[in-house]
């Protein structure tokens, strides 16, 4: 009778852990919060349990000053300064740091900087950090020989092709031509992306750079790839409002053109001596009372001018 309460006492016990290493598990997997107790599990815990990204940031240095998963430590803590407007801190973070990390990490690395540069407003270095990123892709070194790679993102792995890439990293080339006010350079770029994954994200951008370089005709082309959805994504509903917003930019500039061309050829006309001498005999007092109110305007503004 002793020996049976014994078992059964036995057998509670173990129920009892089983059930709080299940609980443990799911708490971890639900908060997808790595289980131990190091810096780095510290960190995340700080970062997603108890929602204080300072106190994490405190303990991702720890982990990378301790060699504890400094891959992962070194880019979650410059997503957390990031977040805390700290991207100049956090740019030399990874600058300073990322010699430490394994040669798998560096093209996730790459992508935070490249998000923290266009945080910063650091285009030069965004643009050239692209362009290298694009030239390892066109020498096939960035996938390994492989059609595609796995990516991560909000702790999910998926799977990105060469193709997707190479369109994404144009699409910020782009974007970081675009406000350095190179357009053309920015128009060559999107073209390009068009070519590689065409999409209505895509084709608005271009509309805008030829906006932008007085093309309009060029740039009402592209927007009705969109308007028509003859393009991929034209029927999201804010891709479709920024193309009509578009459209009305472009087309609220064609009445400013026109008047600044006709204000430069008023302007060679008053500077054509000619023109003013027959002006003057035209305005001569046997013809005051004749004037047409046009001519008094040009006669006055010529007489300021030569004043």
Known sequence: MERSLKKTKS???????????????????????????????????????????????????????????????????????????????????????????SKNSQDSLDNVLIDLYKKCGRMEEQVELLKRKLRQIYQGEAFNGKPTKTARSHGKKFQVTVQQEISRLLGNLGWAYMQQAKYLSAEAVYRKAKMVEPDANKSCNLAMCLIKQGRFDEGRSVLDEVLESRVLGADDCRTRQRADELLSELEASLPRRRDAEMEDVLGNILDDDDFVLGLEQMTSTSFKSKRLPIFEQISSFRNQLVC
Not at 66 to 95: P, Y
């Open 11 to 101: 057998n509670n016990n173990n129920s009892i852990k089983s059930n709080t290493m299940k609980d443990d598990e799911m708490f971890h997997v639900i908060h997808k919060v790595p289980s131990g107790d190091t810096p780095y599990v510290k960190a995340k815990h700080a970062q997603l349990i108890e929602k204080n990204p300072e106190m994490a940031i405190v303990w991702f240095w720890k982990a990378i000053n301790t060699g504890d998963r400094v891959d992962s430590a070194l880019k979650d803590m410059a997503v957390v300064m990031k977040q805390l407007d700290r991207s100049e801190e956090a740019i030399e973070a990874i600058k300073s740091f990322r010699p430490r990390c």
